[in-house]
């Protein structure tokens, strides 16, 4: 006779057995065959994301796990699977209800274009998901009322879509939640981020770039109970209806990491607890502040602050002496555009970390303190349009690490420092619009990293530096108003860039240097003239712009035929300058040329037939020259008006009011110049009749 223990013993065998069982044959066939059906969809028409995804046992999979208790899926990672060249992607969302037990999924950048809310209606009936990650795709409409509904979410990732509406309250009954991000979509109407404060888990709140949502936070007659890490509120209108000020609740979290409400017209000065309670990075620019920086900087120890952006506000006076002892962490900071006064504090140079620093565009005097030039942490140093004097840099800099250094339009005077032959890195160089002199040729280091290399509107002598053919990937050259004489280099072709901008020295595609610090917003630009007007070059365009102005020098001789290899170039000015000699027929290969100015020089000759060819061509000027003959107006040349020709008297046709003749199409062909044919003299007709009549002919 069995005793019940052991009765109650075979029984927990055979569960146990029955367990193991399931976990032989692998994963549920509804869920393997749901992701089967995910994969097909996703590769289609003819991608091959996933190959792990083959055979009866899912579980087994790259980017899945599951529950070993139920076999049940509880983890997928579909990240950046769509291949970008297939378009957008526009799943079934049914697939993904079969996974009841799911725990975390990531569907972020896959350009899924689909209504949203259906598409979140599938993973609103999962009681055990904690993490949903969606963001960066091209999902619409408004949120379900269904995602109020999951008590074990913690990470809700919806950023970077294209979801409408008001922001709904019921967001607020995620108990569990941690992280909500919402920013960069299309909602609007007004939330108060009241509806947030019995959320006691919430540690990151992102409602940023949501032009039109209004955020409000004020009166504060809510307490809240959560202590965040991370806060973005930029762009999305912050109290706007009470009187654009800073939200007095964030002065009750005391361990925020990241704090970010830039561009949001707040007003009133910055307050000093703001650099204690933010840890890592704060952001304020593009706003309405005021006031001197650090107003009360007596009772203040020192922040542990590593990125400080308050660029684009009206900040004023001057900035602490002691200001490296006050922030000795910072490894970024940007205080471009403000109304800062006095000396940069020598104080800088002590900071730990420093990589970044931009106080363009304000009022400074001074000079650049020598211990900021001797830390080899620096990578980036942007003093533009202040009011800095003496050496460009001290002499014995030390910059090994930098990469891009902007000192235009200040004062500075003397020649390029040696020491700067010490930053083989550096990829961005602009010190136009100061008073620098010396020997350019002399002066200037070989930068073999170097992409943007602006020179012009200052007092160097001497000719064009041979050391340009060596650096090959340079993209802008200027060195216009410079004061230089001598030839145009015939070496111009080996700068490998300005034949094939998809080629470098390593290989890779070329592209003009990009800030780290893409989460502080730092933007690389190029200001640029061309088609007689400056451009500020980003993104894309700044990648594949290629630039050449060595105009207004006193440059002499021939324009270099080798000039028509540089295939790349879009723009090229070589106007007022001393220039001789035909126009080069080379041209013809400059076939993404869109501005040629040669202007104001002493070219001679015709224009040649062969320009037609330069069919990107739709800015142009050969005016005031020496030039001669017949205008080719034909193809993009119909485009170019009379002041392209003007001051070349030999010129004729149209878009000139000077027709052309027989004798002012061969007068002056090439002047200076004798061409005269005997057979065209009258002397040679009557030797030919005379010879005539004694021949007896």
């Not at 939200?247 to 307050?271: A, C, R």
């Not at 002496?321 to 970024?332: I, R």
């Amino acid at each position: 006779m069995e005793t019940p223990f052991a009765y109650a013993s075979m029984v927990l065998f055979i569960v146990v057995s029955c367990c193991c069982c399931c976990c032989c044959h692998g994963c549920l066939e509804v869920e393997r065959k749901a992701l089967l059906q995910i994969k097909e969809s996703i590769n289609y028409p003819n991608g091959s994301a996933l190959p792990s995804w083959v055979g009866k046992n899912c579980c087994e999979w790259r980017k899945v796990t599951c529950d070993p208790s139920s076999s049940h899926v509880k983890t997928i990672d579909l990240k950046e699977r769509r291949n970008a060249s297939f378009g957008k992607w526009s799943p079934n969302a049914t697939l993904f209800s079969q996974f009841k037990n799911l725990v975390e999924i990531d569907l972020s950048d896959n350009m899924i274009q689909m209504n949203g809310s259906h598409m979140l209606q599938a993973f609103c009936g999962m009681e055990f998901l904690e993490i949903l990650n969606i963001h960066h795709n091209l999902l619409e409409g408004v949120l379900p009322a269904c995602l109020g509904n999951m008590p074990s979410l913690r990470v809700l990732g919806l950023a970077r879509n294209q979801f409408t509406g008001e922001i709904p309250s019921f967001l607020s009954n995620l108990s569990s939640v941690q992280e909500i991000d919402v920013g960069s979509n299309l909602f609007d109407g007004v939330v108060s981020l009241s509806m947030f404060s019995k959320l006691s888990d919430l540690s990151t709140l992102i409602l940023s770039d949501n032009k039109q949502l209004e955020v409000e936070t004020e009166p504060l007659t809510w307490v809240p109970s959560f202590q965040l890490s991370s806060l973005h509120l930029a762009n999305c209108n912050l109290n706007k209806h009470h009187g654009n000020m800073i939200p007095s609740f964030i002065s009750t979290q005391l361990y925020l990491v990241e704090l970010d409400l830039s561009h949001n017209s707040l007003k009133g000065s910055i307050p000093t607890w703001m650099f204690y309670n933010v840890s890592n990075l704060l952001e304020l620019k593009n706003n309405m502040f005021s006031g001197q920086f650090l107003q009360q900087p007596a009772d203040f120890n020192f922040s542990s602050l590593e990125v400080l952006d308050i660029s684009d506000n009206n900040v004023h006076g001057s900035l602490p002496d002691n200001f490296g002892e006050l922030f000795p962490y910072l490894t970024l900071i940007h205080m471009s555009n403000n109304s800062l006064q006095g000396n940069i504090p020598p104080s800088f140079g002590e900071m730990l970390s420093l990589e970044l620093l931009d106080l363009s565009n304000n009022n400074l005097t001074g000079e650049i303190p020598q211990n900021l030039t001797m830390k080899g942490e620096l990578k980036y140093l942007m003093l533009s349009n202040n009011s800095l004097g003496g050496e460009m840099l001290p002499r014995d800099c030390n910059l090994t690490e930098l990469k891009l250094l902007q000192l235009d339009s200040n004062h500075f005077t003397g020649a390029i420092p040696a020491c700067l032959s010490n930053s083989l890195d550096l990829e961005y160089l602009d010190i136009r619009n100061n008073h620098l002199s010396g020997n350019l040729s002399s002066w200037l280091p070989i930068f073999p990293e170097i992409k943007v290399l602006l020179l012009g509107r200052n007092s160097f002598r001497g000719h064009i530096p041979k050391q340009l053919c060596q650096m090959q990937k340079l993209q802008f050259l200027d060195i216009s108003n410079s004061s230089l004489s001598g030839y145009i280099p015939s070496c111009l072709n080996k700068i490998t860039s300005w034949k094939n901008l998809s080629l470098s020295s390593n290989g890779s595609t070329l592209g003009v240097v990009i800030s780290p610090f893409k989460n502080a917003g730092i933007k690389i630009r190029v200001v640029f003239t061309t088609k007689y007007i400056s451009y500020a070059y980003e993104g894309a365009p700044l990648a594949f712009m290629i630039g050449i102005d060595i105009s207004s020098n006193s440059l002499t001789g021939n324009i270099p035929f080798e000039m028509g290899d540089l295939r790349e170039v879009r723009s090229l000015n070589l106007s007022n300058n001393l220039l001789t000699g035909p126009l080069p027929a080379s041209f013809q290969k400059l076939k993404n040329l869109e501005t040629l100015d040669l202007s104001h020089n002493e070219l001679n000759g015709t224009i040649p037939r062969e320009f037609l060819q330069m069919t990107s061509l739709n800015t142009f000027s050969v005016a005031f020259n020496n030039l001669s003959g017949k205008i080719p107006y034909d193809r993009q040349f119909w485009t170019f008006n009379e002041t392209s020709f003007i001051g070349n008297p030999y010129l004729c046709g149209k878009p000139l009011k000077r027709n052309c003749s027989s004798d002012n199409q061969t007068q002056h062909h090439n002047e200076g110049e004798e061409e005269y044919r005997l057979i065209d003299k009258p002397l040679f007709l009557y030797m030919i009749v005379a010879v005539s009549y004694i021949l007896g002919f």
